[in-house]
């Protein structure tokens, strides 16, 4: 027998000792690997993510400064501010509206701030609206012209005469009376217009104000 207890020779169980060694150290080395491998995993991926948010952000700023130059563009097309004054309307061919190559742009910027994206839906309704309103102001007008030009025309005829066509030629009191409905025609699509137009450059304003904060995020 080789000592109480033992069934091995002492040899023997020396080996088994330097073999339980060497099997701890072997799992030791494994663990740090493991713990080293993942430390570097979740530093890559955190470089990754890092990386991925700036890149957004730099997307971002560009998709920004895009909608920022349709905001400067449609106020340029659009005319001088309203500033509380009296302001000349554009013709109905000179109001904007959304560039068709921006309608692609607008709901990028959604993930910065989704009010953007509601605002441009509701200047390119505004700016529409607008066109249409200054179109019939100036069917307004040319009407309103027309039935002078035709009352002072005949008003003409009778000029060097002792008729007196305000009172007794029907067609002159028919066109003068024609002439006070087209001027309040005119003052009412006027009064809209300018309405339109204001709203219009109210929008701009907000937009402007949301993404001047975007530029050089």
């Avoid at 006027?190 to 995020?217: E, F, M, N, S, V």
């Amino acid at each position: 027998m080789w000592g109480t207890g033992s069934l091995l020779p002492p040899w023997l169980q020396a080996i088994a000792a330097a073999g339980s060694l060497a099997v701890m150290w072997w799992l030791a080395r494994l663990t740090a690997r493991y713990v080293r491998s993942t430390d570097q995993i979740a530093t890559s991926s955190k470089q990754q993510v890092e990386q991925a948010l700036a890149f957004a952000r730099r997307d971002q700023v560009a998709v920004a400064r895009t909608l920022m130059e349709e905001v400067k563009r449609i106020r340029r097309g659009l005319g001088p501010h309203p500033n509380g004054g009296v302001t000349p309307l554009p013709n109905a061919d000179a109001v904007p509206l959304v560039h068709h190559w921006v309608h692609p742009v607008i709901p990028q910027i959604a993930q910065t701030d989704a009010k953007i994206v509601g605002e441009f839906m509701t200047l390119d309704l505004q700016l529409y609206n607008c066109k249409v309103a200054c179109e019939e102001l100036q069917k307004a007008r040319a009407k309103k012209d027309d039935v002078l030009e035709r009352r002072d025309g005949l008003g003409e005829v009778y000029k060097n005469t002792t008729v007196k066509p305000d009172k007794e030629i029907t067609e002159y009191m028919q066109l003068s009376q024609g002439a006070i409905v087209a001027e309040q025609n005119v003052s009412t699509a006027l009064g809209l217009a300018d309405i339109a137009y204001r709203t219009c450059h109210g929008t701009l304003d907000r937009l402007a104000k949301l993404l001047t904060p975007l530029l050089d995020a």
